[in-house]
T-cell receptor, first 117, second 113 residues
């Protein structure tokens, strides 16, 4: 089946640094990818919708200057957490829409756990 | 707007017990419905789905039926195993455009031997 890969799977950084997380669709082209954030013992919160070749659409309350999303190709979307702070520590998950349109399957990456010291 | 409501956990069951996790939804139109599972330390995996009313999704002994009249998609399994211990998320997606999944808050299931 289709696979979505995230990298890195975990990262520890110092406060004030920036961290980039990559999301790749390995065997299909994904015009649309979604970025979610998961707090401990809570559900996934949609952060933004990433469309290839255009600006990402951010959900209300998500700082677009803080969480930079780039979807430069049909197989790669990146999320950069700029000037990270401890409250940005979280589990970030991307997903990509596979074939079959909106009723088709959304494939999820393995997630990236960010810890900001 | 679209939303999903799941029964709150945690749910603790003995091995071979019957499982039901309730899920109801609110949506415009007729969405597709999903159950995802997240095992400890892992990402999300699709467990089953149903794309129209009265469809039944099934996988690994789990079942859920899309009930339009009650706007529900309850997850059931006749005999749970310790390996079923995980967090289960009910989700929906609108059947138009490239829209994201809307998730319920998740229900943590612990199965004890």
């Amino acid at each position: 089946g289709a696979v979505v890969s995230q990298h890195p799977s975990w990262v520890i950084c110092k406060s004030g640094t920036s961290v980039k997380i990559e999301c790749r669709s390995l065997d299909f082209q994904a015009t649309t990818m979604f970025w979610y954030r998961q707090f401990p013992k809570q559900s996934l919160m949609l952060m933004a919708t990433s469309n290839e070749g255009s600006k990402a659409t951010y959900e209300q309350g998500v700082e677009k200057d803080k969480f930079l999303i780039n979807h430069a190709s049909l197989t790669l979307s990146t999320l950069t957490v700029t000037s990270a702070h401890p409250e940005d520590s979280s589990f970030y998950i991307c997903s990509a829409l596979g074939w079959g349109g909106p009723t088709g399957e959304l494939f999820f990456g393995e997630g990236s756990r960010l810890t900001v010291l | 707007g679209n939303s999903v409501t799941q029964m709150e956990g945690p749910v603790t069951l003995s091995e071979e017990a019957f499982l039901t996790i309730n899920c109801t939804y609110t949506a415009t139109g007729y969405p597709s419905l999903f159950w995802y599972v997240q095992y400890p330390g892992e990402g999300l995996q699709l467990l089953l789905k149903a794309t129209k009313a009265d469809d039944k999704g099934s996988n690994k002994g789990f079942e859920a039926t899309y009930r339009k009249e009650t706007t529900s998609f309850h997850l059931e399994k006749g005999s749970v195993q310790v390996s079923d211990s995980a967090v289960y998320f009910c989700a929906l997606i609108r059947n138009s455009g490239n829209t994201p999944l809307v998730f319920g808050k998740g229900t943590r299931l612990s199965v004890i031997a």
